[in-house]
């Protein structure tokens, strides 16, 4: 229940007082002497305490929401008064957890759960006797952050805290006083300064790449991970240990109400944290505590590079299929109009083709004998100008760029094409997760009954080599994957990812003393120090580095690697060998042709019929006069 402090002091006063006075204990007190004696004791004690608590609101917890939690085993009558008075049933983010008990336990105190601790807790005891070790260490209370326990002692009330790391762990703050506690800090010290040199145990995974790895066989494990826990040791004074897999090799999933992989072992509290970043999910946040993020990545999808256009074509694509189609339109049209004019020459329309093609090639024309062709002469020399330098132009351009098919850039290009299907490898990840429940997820359920999980992560590359699959999975590991532990370079990332994630280290649930790590690993980050960690082990890697002779839009990574200059092969001329292979054939067979049937050589070409032959001589290039 919560009450704000102006209202709920006064009125707890009023009422505990009225209470142990008779009204409440009422019931109580008639059964026996004993009982009755108990409740004196208890009023004086709930009296003490009361006032106690009006001092801590007035001081250490001045600007804080107070809640209040009292001990079930109050008469009933005392209790439905108390929360008759509450007007709230949500806790407030950060409000002091106000508990009043005669004996404490979880059954008897309605105090949240261990998943769901108060964060800031002033415990009151309205008896004294207690084992205050036993009573602090209480399993439940674990994850609280800040505790305090205020227990009548011989006359007075003596302060306590728990260091959780340090042995002995019971630690005396002193007897109560307004006077001594007058600061928040002073009534909670940061109970997780010193870590007493504890050791933890760190579950970690290996081949996680940049995080944790080895750079060679036998070699010592690197990586981010290592880099971040090699700091805060020193920095907090405690020692860790790590493991290198975990026990089944996998992540850890929920089967049968059960935690598998690296997961299952911080669950089971074999393991402190782990040193893995892992991503939340729904039932990942139910059943632990993550810590800050370390990392931010994004689920994306990998596909096989297609195959670059044939080089051939080159001297094809300037032009699209239907200025190719209007050029040759224009040709014969023009041809027309030259061969209506030149009748008079006894010319004929193959002659003025062959005649009007010699500009579009950059030959330069015999003159024509007509002086009003002149005028079509001059037109097309205009129309083959811009033809010539446009088709120049665009040659230029597709020799500098390399060329593909228009790769996929987005998620529904993805979902429209029914070729590829996805998969990930089915090793409990919250990739695999995620897409074994593909209904439930907006973005991947228009790929339902397209995706396949393989049990191993090579058949489920192999599928993205071959092509027929689309490997989804977190980006920068499946890069340096794919580049160190696969070698293959033909591959592309989607730009549209599925959806962006943090990856943060696990911890078991109510888990107080993670906030000391997460303190100090924000530091990290703001600093600067995680992101320089994390470039440094990709440079190791030799991933997301520019590499040579890729194209825009087709490599590693989009966001990160551009077009760069790269020198003419003879593979990107290919077209011109091409049509010269072409013209040979052709030339060959005219030759033999012309060995076998002269006579059909001459229908071909009437001679004299035909301005005279061209050569490059100086002469061709003057006017006749
Ligand atoms: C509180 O604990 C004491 C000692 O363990 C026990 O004698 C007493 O019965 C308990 N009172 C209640 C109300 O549970
Ligand atoms: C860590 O230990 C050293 C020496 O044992 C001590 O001087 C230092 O204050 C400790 N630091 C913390 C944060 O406890
Ligand atoms: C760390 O885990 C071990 C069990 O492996 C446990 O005994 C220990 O209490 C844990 N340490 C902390 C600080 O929770």
Same mark, same amino acid.
């Given at each position: 229940m919560i009450m704000t402090p102006a209202t709920a002091v006064p009125k707890l006063l009023l009422f505990l007082t009225a209470a142990f006075q008779g009204e409440a204990f009422g019931g109580i007190k008639r059964s026996g002497r004993e009982w009755s004696e108990q409740a004196a004791g208890v009023a004086v004690e709930a009296e003490r305490a009361v006032k106690m608590v009006r001092q801590v609101m007035k001081g250490p917890a001045r600007d804080r929401t107070l809640t209040f939690s009292l001990d079930t085993t109050l008469p009933a009558t005392v209790r439905d008064a108390i929360s008759s008075l509450s007007q709230f049933q949500s806790p407030v983010t950060d409000s002091l957890h106000v508990a009043l008990f005669f004996n404490l336990s979880h059954q008897t105190?309605?105090?949240?759960?261990?998943?769901?601790?108060?964060?800031h807790l002033l415990l009151v005891s309205?008896?004294?006797?207690?084992?205050v070790t036993s009573l602090l260490t209480?399993?439940?209370?674990?994850?609280?952050?800040s505790l305090a326990l205020v227990t009548p002692v011989s006359g007075s009330l003596a302060t306590y805290t728990l260091?959780?790391?340090?042995?002995?762990?019971l630690h005396y703050l002193g007897h109560w006083s307004p006077h001594t506690f007058t600061t928040w800090e002073s009534l909670?010290?940061?109970?997780?300064?010193?870590?007493?040199?504890t050791v933890f145990h760190v579950a970690l995974k290996l081949e996680?790449?940049? #995080?944790? #790895?080895?750079?060679?066989?036998?070699?010592q494990p690197v990586g981010v991970s290592v880099n971040i826990l090699r700091a805060l040791s020193t920095k907090l004074n405690f020692s860790y240990d790590v493991t290198e897999d975990s026990l089944d090799g996998t992540w850890g999933v929920l089967e049968g109400g059960e935690w598998s992989g690296l997961l299952g072992m911080v669950n089971r509290g074999e393991?402190?944290?782990?040193?893995n970043g892992f991503i939340k999910s729904w039932e990942r946040r139910e059943a632990f505590d993550f810590g800050e993020p370390i990392y931010q990545d994004k689920v994306s999808v990998f596909l096989k590079k297609p195959v670059s256009v044939?080089?051939?074509?080159d001297l094809v694509r300037p032009f699209s299929v239907g200025v190719w189609a209007a050029l040759l339109v224009a040709l014969l049209l023009s041809s027309a109009f030259f061969t209506l004019q030149a009748r008079v020459q006894r010319s004929n329309m193959s002659v003025t083709s062959l005649y009007l093609v010699r500009v579009l090639l950059s030959q330069s024309t015999p003159p024509s004998g007509q002086p009003r062709s002149r005028l079509l002469v001059s037109v097309w020399l205009l129309v083959c100008l811009i033809i010539t330098s446009a088709f120049t132009s665009n040659l230029v351009g597709i020799f500098t760029t390399n060329t593909f098919p228009a790769p996929i850039t987005s998620l529904s290009q993805l979902a429209a094409q029914t070729t590829i299907r996805l998969t990930t490898p089915d090793y409990g990840s919250f990739t695999s997760n995620r897409m074994k429940r593909a209904e439930d997820d907006v973005s991947l359920r228009r790929f339902q009954g397209r995706i396949d999980l393989f049990p191993l992560q090579c058949e489920a590359v192999a599928g993205m080599t071959a092509g027929t699959h689309g490997f989804v999975e977190v980006a920068t590991h499946t890069m340096i994957m794919l580049t160190t532990?696969?070698?293959?370079?033909n591959w592309y990332r989607?730009?549209?990812?599925f959806l962006t994630v943090e990856m943060s280290w696990v911890y078991k649930k109510?888990?107080?003393?993670?906030t000391k790590l997460d303190e100090n690993i924000k530091w990290l980050k703001y600093t600067g120090v995680i992101e320089q960690w994390y470039k440094m082990e990709l440079q190791h890697l030799d991933v997301g580095k520019k590499r040579q002779g890729r194209g825009k839009g087709v490599n590693d990574d989009p966001d990160t690697t551009g077009g760069r200059g790269r020198p003419l092969t003879t593979s990107h001329l290919q077209g011109l060998f091409f049509l010269l292979g072409l013209a040979w054939v052709f030339s060959i067979v005219v030759f033999l042709l012309e060995k076998t049937h002269e006579k059909m050589c001459c229908s071909f070409c009437p001679i004299g019929?035909?301005?005279?032959p061209f050569h490059l001589?100086?002469?061709?290039?003057t006017p006749p006069s």
């Amino acid at each position: 229940m919560i009450m704000t402090p102006a209202t709920a002091v006064p009125k707890l006063l009023l009422f505990l007082t009225a209470a142990f006075q008779g009204e409440a204990f009422g019931g109580i007190k008639r059964s026996g002497r004993e009982w009755s004696e108990q409740a004196a004791g208890v009023a004086v004690e709930a009296e003490r305490a009361v006032k106690m608590v009006r001092q801590v609101m007035k001081g250490p917890a001045r600007d804080r929401t107070l809640t209040f939690s009292l001990d079930t085993t109050l008469p009933a009558t005392v209790r439905d008064a108390i929360s008759s008075l509450s007007q709230f049933q949500s806790p407030v983010t950060d409000s002091l957890h106000v508990a009043l008990f005669f004996n404490l336990s979880h059954q008897t105190i309605n105090l949240g759960s261990v998943t769901h601790p108060p964060r800031h807790l002033l415990l009151v005891s309205l008896r004294s006797g207690h084992d205050v070790t036993s009573l602090l260490t209480q399993p439940w209370l674990s994850g609280v952050q800040s505790l305090a326990l205020v227990t009548p002692v011989s006359g007075s009330l003596a302060t306590y805290t728990l260091l959780p790391f340090c042995s002995p762990s019971l630690h005396y703050l002193g007897h109560w006083s307004p006077h001594t506690f007058t600061t928040w800090e002073s009534l909670f010290p940061d109970r997780f300064l010193n870590t007493c040199h504890t050791v933890f145990h760190v579950a970690l995974k290996l081949e996680d790449p940049p #995080y944790f #790895y080895r750079r060679r066989l036998h070699s010592q494990p690197v990586g981010v991970s290592v880099n971040i826990l090699r700091a805060l040791s020193t920095k907090l004074n405690f020692s860790y240990d790590v493991t290198e897999d975990s026990l089944d090799g996998t992540w850890g999933v929920l089967e049968g109400g059960e935690w598998s992989g690296l997961l299952g072992m911080v669950n089971r509290g074999e393991y402190n944290f782990t040193g893995n970043g892992f991503i939340k999910s729904w039932e990942r946040r139910e059943a632990f505590d993550f810590g800050e993020p370390i990392y931010q990545d994004k689920v994306s999808v990998f596909l096989k590079k297609p195959v670059s256009v044939q080089a051939w074509m080159d001297l094809v694509r300037p032009f699209s299929v239907g200025v190719w189609a209007a050029l040759l339109v224009a040709l014969l049209l023009s041809s027309a109009f030259f061969t209506l004019q030149a009748r008079v020459q006894r010319s004929n329309m193959s002659v003025t083709s062959l005649y009007l093609v010699r500009v579009l090639l950059s030959q330069s024309t015999p003159p024509s004998g007509q002086p009003r062709s002149r005028l079509l002469v001059s037109v097309w020399l205009l129309v083959c100008l811009i033809i010539t330098s446009a088709f120049t132009s665009n040659l230029v351009g597709i020799f500098t760029t390399n060329t593909f098919p228009a790769p996929i850039t987005s998620l529904s290009q993805l979902a429209a094409q029914t070729t590829i299907r996805l998969t990930t490898p089915d090793y409990g990840s919250f990739t695999s997760n995620r897409m074994k429940r593909a209904e439930d997820d907006v973005s991947l359920r228009r790929f339902q009954g397209r995706i396949d999980l393989f049990p191993l992560q090579c058949e489920a590359v192999a599928g993205m080599t071959a092509g027929t699959h689309g490997f989804v999975e977190v980006a920068t590991h499946t890069m340096i994957m794919l580049t160190t532990k696969y070698k293959k370079r033909n591959w592309y990332r989607v730009k549209e990812a599925f959806l962006t994630v943090e990856m943060s280290w696990v911890y078991k649930k109510g888990t107080a003393w993670k906030t000391k790590l997460d303190e100090n690993i924000k530091w990290l980050k703001y600093t600067g120090v995680i992101e320089q960690w994390y470039k440094m082990e990709l440079q190791h890697l030799d991933v997301g580095k520019k590499r040579q002779g890729r194209g825009k839009g087709v490599n590693d990574d989009p966001d990160t690697t551009g077009g760069r200059g790269r020198p003419l092969t003879t593979s990107h001329l290919q077209g011109l060998f091409f049509l010269l292979g072409l013209a040979w054939v052709f030339s060959i067979v005219v030759f033999l042709l012309e060995k076998t049937h002269e006579k059909m050589c001459c229908s071909f070409c009437p001679i004299g019929s035909v301005p005279p032959p061209f050569h490059l001589t100086p002469d061709s290039l003057t006017p006749p006069s």
